[in-house]
């Protein structure tokens, strides 16, 4: 459990003093290389990763392609929400976008760690909060918005973001090819 992640769980929860000897041995903090596979499809999603630095991708493979769902930068939390409670087998991969350092916590220590530090259900449903609700804004965005227009949108928003990701992984995201996307940020250039 790292100092980051204390910050993080107070920033959310202020009143809040975690009890860091009773929460240590729950988490787990690890180093990870670029592209490191956390999870594989079909693997069992046995946890949930919290990025100290980095960045992590969530993604599926498709006709021999990936296809990104959603990042992961500092202080977000990542794993396969779909399998991480009901313990079948997961349908989305986690990797790392570049050499990162993250703080995991297993299922069953998550589930401990609810039961004997209950203020820990309130971060983790602002998380889980922020989470369906950055998934539903994307949804629109990507509903509503040209392909130029949601570019845009992250070249302004996010502009670290964007030299952070390789365009092979945006253009994923974006639902193009990486010729498209290179083509959309001369366009925006020109």
């Not at 946890?47 to 493979?61: A, E, K, M, S, T």
């Not at 369906?132 to 509903?143: E, R, V």
Request: charged share 25%; glycine share 2%; with cysteine.
């Amino acid at each position: 459990m790292t100092e980051q992640l204390i910050r993080h769980i107070q920033q959310l929860l202020p009143d809040f003093i975690p009890p860091r000897e009773e929460m240590r041995s729950l988490f787990r903090t690890r180093s990870v290389k670029k592209e490191e596979l956390l999870l594989e499809e079909a693997m069992l999603c046995n946890d949930i990763y919290f990025v100290n630095r980095g960045c992590l991708y969530l993604f599926y493979n498709y006709n021999n392609r990936k296809e990104v769902i959603h990042f992961a930068l500092e202080n977000w939390w990542l794993t396969d929400y779909k399998t991480f409670g009901d313990e079948n087998p997961s349908v989305y991969a986690i990797a790392a976008v570049e050499d990162s350092e993250i703080t995991s916590i297993s299922r069953k220590d998550y589930e401990q760690l609810l039961l004997h530090v209950p203020m820990m259900a309130l971060y983790f449903n602002k998380i889980h909060e922020r989470a369906y609700g950055a998934a539903l804004f994307k949804q629109k965005t990507y509903a509503t918005l040209s392909k130029e227009d949601f570019y845009r949108y992250f070249s302004t928003t996010y502009p670290a973001f964007l030299q952070r990701v390789p365009d092979a992984l945006f253009a994923s995201y974006m639902g193009v090819s990486t010729e498209q996307l290179i083509a959309i940020r001369q366009a925006l250039i020109s």
